[in-house]
Each structure stands twice: as C-alpha cells, then as structure tokens.
C-alpha cells in the first residue's frame, strides 16, 4: 500500500531535510549585525501579529515568515524563557496552521506554504531545546510542544473518517508527523531523553483523537507510526530501566480504557525493549493485576494466552498462584489446557497448587479445586511441613470443601477421622 511505502521514503528524506534547515537556520544566525537581527526580529513579529489578527489569510505573509526563519535565521523565541515555548506560548499558530491545512478548498500552493510554516517553527522549537538542554524545565517540554502538534493534527480525522481518503491530505498528515519526529529524534540523543520522549510521542499518538477506531487507513497510519518509533528509539534504548515502569503502565492503562487491545498486542510483540520490560517478574505482577481489573483488561489477557504469548512468563511462578489466589478458574483452565505440566509448580513452602488454595486462598473454593484436580494435580503430595491434600481438607476451615468435593465424586475419602 503506498502508505508503508510513502513512510519508510519520506522518513529518511526528510531526515536529511530537517538537518539541512537545521544547519542553515543556525548558519544565517551568525551572519547578521545585531541592529540587522533586531530589525529582522521586528520583521517577524508584526509578520506574526498580522497573521493572528488578518481575518483574510494572507499566503504572503506566511511566505515572509518562514523565509525570516529559515532564510535568515531569525529565532522567533529570542527572549523566551525555558519555561516558555512557541508551542505553548502562542498555540494559536498551531491551530492555524492544522484548521487550514486540511481544509480541502485550499489550493496545493497554499498547503505548501502552511507546511513550510509548521516546518519553520519546529525547526525553531528543535533548536531552543538543543540550546537550553541543561536546563531542568527543558526535559519535559517535549510534553507540551511536539505532544501538542500532533494532537492539533486531530483535525485530519474528518476527512479520514469518509470512504474516500483524500491520499494528498492523508500524505501531509504523514509528512508533518514524521518530521516532526525527526526533529525529537535530532534534538535529543541521550538515553534518558530518548526513553522520555518515546513515551511522551506513544502517549500523544496513542491519547490524541487522531486515531479513529474501523478505519484502515488510519489503522495503518498509526501502525507505521509505531514501528517507526520503536526501531528508532531501540538503537538508542539498550533496556528500559524501571525507573519508566510507572509512565509505561500509564500508557497501557490509558490504552485498555480506550479498548485499543489491538495496539497493546502490537507494541509486546512488535518491541524487544517492550517486551523484555513487561516480562520481569515485578511487572508481570503489576501487569496481571492491571488486565484483571477491568472487563477489557481481561479480554486482552485472554487474547495474550490464546496467542500463546506468555511463554517467557513461564519461568515466573508467581502470576499463576496469583489468579489461584482471586479464583480465576476461567483463566486456569485455558492456561493448564496450552500449558499442563503448570499444574506441577510448587510455591515456597512445597505447596502446589492444590495445597495452596487449602491452606492459602479464602472463599469459595469448591468450583477450584474441582478443576485443579480434573487437570491433573497430584492429591498424594506433601509440602515442605509434610501435610498432604487429605491432611488439609480436615482443618477446620476446609471441612466444607472436603464434603462437596466428596459428594460430588471428585476425590474418594476412605477412613478419615473428622473430629481431630
């Protein structure tokens, strides 16, 4: 499809784009007087003013303002502090700029000159980043600033929505994205700042309305966006520290509110870092719990089973007493099904897990013992103390586990002496 086609050509062009205007911008910087750059300055911002102000789009003026840029190399955030930014500072370039960029009664001409806009003030954002990079504040504005431009891009979803995509909007969409990744992937090259902003950019893509659920082409858009992201930032990131385990599990969190399962599938089995991540012990625990909690959570852990996609899981114990733990007999039964010998594993104490759920799991346990029997636990084991199955059915607490599980011909009792 020329989609995948267009993202893996346009991505590398304009990577060399970004660092041509990059290198120029900061070039023509150096060769002015400063009466000449103060002018210029002034230049720009009536330039700007008179864009905020023109009920009459002027396709002139925002030719001057772009060439003041990158031609001249005129900083519009000259004077703006750390805590500020043309992104947050003036977000209503931004809303211009996506509200008619994809307005489809404009001319190709005009699109241009818009897309050279946008282009202009990234570069200008890139650049004061790269300038300020010491500087506390500046770690998260990538949060603000290119977070900020692609949900602006929202506004491309009212023609992708329509049966018939028009493929020259559908490929500027593609275009500003992918520089704009360009430009994070230029300005930040340590391993703290990459893990950031690759969270920052999955977020954004991931939270935006950009997306739209049953549409291929969007489908396919965000798809190509991700695994951009991912191989990108996978030369860069050798192994996600826990430190970013509470950004991630948001991420995921947000993710199975908005049903996106697809998505949630697509980044475990498409990124090692990913998957390497959620398959430690301590995030597999935290991981579990979360796709419990709610009725899409528990469609997605369905689906990670029946692709048989926890087999790395499988030297982690811990999970499976877990769902033994809160009576997950659904979920038991499809996991001893693709992985019977589980059945076997052994807690700290020698418990299987039979004896485990006597001794350790409170409830009604009837409907989960039946079924750990019938897949084949072994009734005559004896844990690290020595007690076996038929020594914990007759504590006291067990009495009325015992005689179901009789009754319903589940186990054979022969001789047992009840009262002591």
């Given at each position: 499809?020329?989609?995948?086609?267009?993202?893996?050509e346009?991505?590398?062009?304009?990577?060399n784009?970004?660092?041509?205007?990059?290198?120029?911008?900061v070039?023509?910087?150096h060769e002015?007087?400063?009466?000449?750059?103060?002018e210029?300055?002034?230049?720009?911002?009536?330039?700007?003013?008179?864009?905020?102000?023109s009920?009459?789009?002027?396709?002139q003026?925002?030719?001057?303002?772009?060439?003041?840029?990158?031609?001249?190399?005129?900083?519009?955030?000259?004077?703006?502090?750390?805590?500020?930014?043309?992104?947050?500072?003036d977000?209503?370039i931004?809303?211009?700029?996506s509200?008619?960029?994809?307005?489809?009664?404009?001319?190709?001409?005009?699109?241009?000159?818009?897309?050279?806009?946008?282009?202009?003030?990234v570069?200008c954002?890139?650049?004061r980043?790269?300038?300020?990079y010491?500087?506390?504040?500046?770690?998260?504005?990538?949060?603000?600033?290119?977070v900020?431009?692609?949900?602006?891009?929202?506004?491309?979803?009212?023609?992708?929505s329509?049966?018939?995509?028009?493929?020259?909007?559908?490929r500027?969409?593609?275009?500003?994205?992918?520089?704009t990744i360009?430009?994070?992937?230029?300005?930040?090259?340590?391993?703290?700042?990459?893990?950031?902003?690759?969270i920052?950019?999955?977020?954004?893509?991931?939270?935006?309305?950009?997306?739209?659920?049953?549409?291929?082409?969007?489908?396919i858009?965000?798809?190509?966006?991700?695994?951009?992201?991912?191989?990108?930032?996978?030369k860069?990131?050798?192994?996600?520290?826990s430190?970013?385990?509470?950004?991630?599990?948001?991420?995921?969190k947000?993710?199975?509110?908005?049903?996106?399962?697809?998505?949630i599938?697509?980044?475990?089995?498409?990124?090692q870092q990913?998957?390497s991540?959620?398959d430690?012990p301590?995030?597999?625990?935290?991981?579990?719990?979360?796709?419990l909690?709610?009725?899409?959570?528990r469609?997605?852990?369905?689906r990670?089973?029946?692709?048989k996609?926890?087999?790395?899981?499988l030297?982690?114990?811990?999970?499976?007493?877990y769902?033994?733990?809160k009576?997950?007999?659904?979920?038991?039964k499809?996991?001893?099904?693709?992985?019977?010998?589980l059945v076997?594993?052994?807690?700290?104490?020698?418990?299987d897990l039979?004896?485990y759920?006597?001794?350790?799991?409170?409830?009604p346990?009837?409907?989960?013992?039946?079924i750990l029997?019938?897949?084949?636990?072994?009734?005559?084991?004896?844990?690290?103390?020595?007690?076996?199955l038929?020594?914990?059915?007759?504590?006291?607490p067990?009495r009325?586990?015992?005689?179901?599980?009789?009754?319903?011909?589940v186990?054979?009792?022969?001789?047992?002496?009840?009262?002591?």
């Open positions: 499809m020329f989609i995948t086609v267009h993202f893996k346009k991505y590398f062009q304009l990577g784009e970004f660092q041509s205007k990059m290198d120029t911008f070039a023509k910087q002015h007087t400063s009466s000449e750059t103060n210029l300055r002034y230049q720009l911002q009536n330039a700007l003013q008179k864009l905020k102000e009920h009459n789009v002027d396709i003026n925002i030719a001057r303002i772009t060439s003041l840029i990158l031609t001249h190399g005129i900083n519009v955030q000259d004077g703006v502090t750390a805590e500020q930014g043309i992104f947050s500072m977000p209503f931004f809303k211009f700029i509200c008619h960029l994809f307005t489809l009664n404009n001319s190709q001409l005009f699109r241009h000159h818009v897309t050279e806009l946008y282009k202009a003030l570069i954002d890139g650049y980043l790269r300038c300020q010491s500087n506390p504040y500046t770690r998260n504005i990538i949060s603000h600033g290119f900020y431009v692609i949900n602006e891009l929202k506004y491309m979803k009212y023609h992708l329509t049966h018939s995509v028009n493929i020259q909007l559908c500027m969409l593609i275009d500003l994205i992918l520089f360009q430009c994070v992937i230029h300005t930040f090259d340590k391993n703290y700042w990459s893990v950031l902003n690759f920052s950019l999955l977020q954004s893509i991931c939270f935006s309305e950009l997306i739209i659920h049953n549409n291929c082409v969007v489908e858009i965000t798809k190509e966006i991700f695994k951009l992201l991912f191989d990108e930032y996978a860069k990131i050798g192994v996600i520290e430190y970013w385990k509470d950004q991630f599990f948001k991420l995921i947000k993710l199975i509110e908005q049903k996106r399962i697809d998505e599938l697509f980044f475990y089995q498409y990124n990913i998957k991540f959620f430690t301590d995030h597999t625990q935290k991981l579990i719990r979360l796709l909690g709610s009725r899409v959570g469609q997605l852990f369905d990670f089973l029946k692709k996609l926890l087999e790395s899981w030297i982690y114990k811990e999970w499976i007493f769902l033994v733990k009576r997950e007999i659904g979920f038991l499809i996991i001893f099904d693709i992985y019977p010998s076997h594993i052994l807690d700290k104490d020698g418990n039979l004896l759920t006597c001794l350790k799991v409170v409830g346990r009837y409907s989960l013992m039946r029997i019938q897949a084949g636990c072994n009734q005559q084991r004896e844990n690290g103390l020595g007690q076996t038929m020594d914990a059915l007759q504590l006291e067990n009325d586990v015992l005689e179901f599980l009789k009754n319903e011909g186990i054979k009792v022969n001789n047992l002496n009840l009262n002591k």
